[in-house]
């Protein structure tokens, strides 16, 4: 089971958080990117990113070795410089149409939604996936019979064959397995 990254924590509207660019490198105007994205080969010379919803910048060069990229017109470093910690953003269809998944894998948000069930109960939805270390975490909102009754707003549950038993993004449903024991545990 693999789960495709494209971080919704920074989402805004319609646009997907993929990474944050960093200092300037060289004397050409070269950005270190920092990835937040399963999908590095998005990131190629030609390539356009939003900053927000108003702008956006094109890639004039990339080199995924050193993860050093050039924003076209910005070739020198006191010009590039303005882009240091800025945010770079996609959308949903350009990440489905440029990012191929393989058999059994999921984008973060074709999860977010899915109801969560064990053993024909519901203990929630899936708010968001977040990656803590190594490990993929579905932050699920614990279903409002479950909190009525004592139980915590929200839990983590690891994205893992042995919790997530199937998975139908069309449904919006995921069956888990262990999920009860988090719960009750948190």
């Given at each position: 089971?693999?789960?495709?990254t ?10 997907i958080?993929?990474?944050t660019?960093g200092?300037?490198?060289?004397l050409k ?5 920092h990835?937040h ?5 998005q ?8 900053l927000?919803e ?13 993860t ?5 017109g910005?070739?020198?470093?006191e010009?590039?410089?303005k882009?240091?910690?800025k945010?770079?953003?996609?959308t949903?269809e350009k990440t489905?149409?440029?990012?191929h ?10 999860l977010e939604g899915?109801t ?7 203990l929630g939805v899936?708010?968001?996936?977040e ?6 975490y579905?932050?699920?909102k614990t279903?409002?019979t479950l909190?009525?009754s004592?139980?915590?707003k929200?839990?983590?549950l690891p994205y893992?064959?042995?919790?997530v038993l199937?998975t139908?993004?069309?449904k919006?449903?995921?069956?888990v397995?262990?999920?009860m024991?988090i719960?009750e545990a948190s």
């Amino acid at each position: 089971m693999v789960l495709a990254t494209v971080s919704m924590s920074k989402q805004s509207n319609k646009l997907i958080y993929i990474a944050t660019i960093g200092k300037t490198v060289g004397l050409k105007g070269d950005l270190k990117l920092h990835i937040h994205s399963d999908f590095p080969e998005q990131f190629i010379s030609g390539a356009t990113f939003s900053l927000n919803e108003k702008e956006s910048i094109t890639l004039s060069h990339v080199n995924g070795d050193k993860t050093l990229i050039r924003i076209e017109g910005f070739d020198n470093p006191e010009s590039a410089r303005k882009f240091t910690n800025k945010d770079l953003y996609t959308t949903i269809e350009k990440t489905r149409k440029e990012c191929h998944l393989e058999n059994g894998e999921f984008f973060w948000f074709d999860l977010e939604g899915c109801t969560v069930v064990e053993n024909g109960k519901v203990l929630g939805v899936v708010e968001n996936v977040e990656r803590i270390a190594i490990t993929n975490y579905l932050f699920i909102k614990t279903d409002k019979t479950l909190v009525d009754s004592g139980f915590t707003k929200s839990f983590l549950l690891p994205y893992h064959k042995n919790f997530v038993l199937a998975t139908d993004v069309e449904k919006k449903i995921m069956t888990v397995s262990g999920a009860m024991d988090i719960l009750e545990a948190s």
